[in-house]
T-cell receptor, first 112, second 111 residues
Framework: DAEITQSPRHKITETGRQVTLACHQT?????MFWYRQDLGHGLRLIHY???????NKGEVSDGYSVSRSNTEDLPLTLESAASSQTSVYFC???????????FGPGTRLTVL | GESVGLHLPTLSVQEGDNSIINCAYS??????FIWYKQESGKGPQFIID?????DKRQGQRVTVLLNKTVKHLSLQIAATQPGDSAVYFC??????????FGSGTRLQVQP
């Protein structure tokens, strides 16, 4: 069955380190998204992509980057991790823009 | 599992009762709305959606109502079950790009 996976599921890192979170989907969806979820803030959009080589900034993109070299993967990189980036990160994909998004299981990131 | 939010509004209902979860959306240009369910430690899961040219849509045990005049969306769950306990999010889209999510409501079902 088609699915969307994230790895690692849990990560602890130190301030200043570079961290990359993986997202892989097998639906062949063109659209992929990264969100962070914090207490009291719901889901906030970090970056998104509408296809290979396309990336766009969301509302909380500072300190994060993404790259889209193929349809299946959208890795999220924290260039220099900060304690404020401690959060739960969700990846999602959709077949068409703005329509139903399918979410991965999430990655809990702790920056010490 | 991951804690979604300590300060979420909470709706507590008895098993078997009907539940109504409300959401106010912000953009009058939004033309597509979704309700998601998120259980502890999991990603959001699609429940039901509705487009702006509709006022009501029904699924299995769930109904979504859209009132565009007051920019209000509601999710009705019939015969609520313990497995319905979760955080529920509404999301809106203007067709421009990604969805915008509300902050969520926690539903607690008492046995």
């Amino acid at each position: 069955d088609a699915e969307i996976t994230q790895s690692p599921r849990h990560k602890i890192t130190e301030t200043g380190r570079q961290v990359t979170l993986a997202c892989h989907q097998t639906w062949n969806h063109n659209n992929m998204f990264w969100y962070r979820q914090d207490l009291g803030h719901g889901l906030r959009l970090i970056h998104y992509s509408y296809g290979v080589q396309d990336t766009n900034k969301g509302e909380v993109s500072d300190g994060y980057s993404v790259s889209r070299s193929n349809t299946e993967d959208l890795p999220l990189t924290l260039e220099s991790a900060a304690s404020s980036q401690t959060s739960v990160y969700f990846c999602a994909s959709s077949a068409t823009r703005g329509n139903e998004q399918f979410f991965g299981p999430g990655t809990r990131l702790t920056v010490l | 599992g991951e804690s979604v939010g300590l300060h979420l509004p909470t709706l507590s209902v008895q098993e078997g009762d009907n539940s109504i979860i409300n959401c106010a959306y912000s953009n009058s240009a939004s033309d597509y709305f979704i309700w998601y369910k998120q259980e502890s430690g999991k990603g959001p899961q699609f429940i039901i959606d509705i487009r702006s040219n509709m006022d009501k849509r029904q699924g299995q045990r769930v109904t979504v109502l859209l009132n565009k005049t007051v920019k209000h969306l509601s999710l009705q769950i019939a015969a609520t079950q313990p497995g319905d306990s979760a955080v529920y999010f509404c999301a809106e889209n203007t067709g421009r790009r990604a969805l915008t999510f509300g902050s969520g409501t926690r539903l607690q079902v008492q046995p």
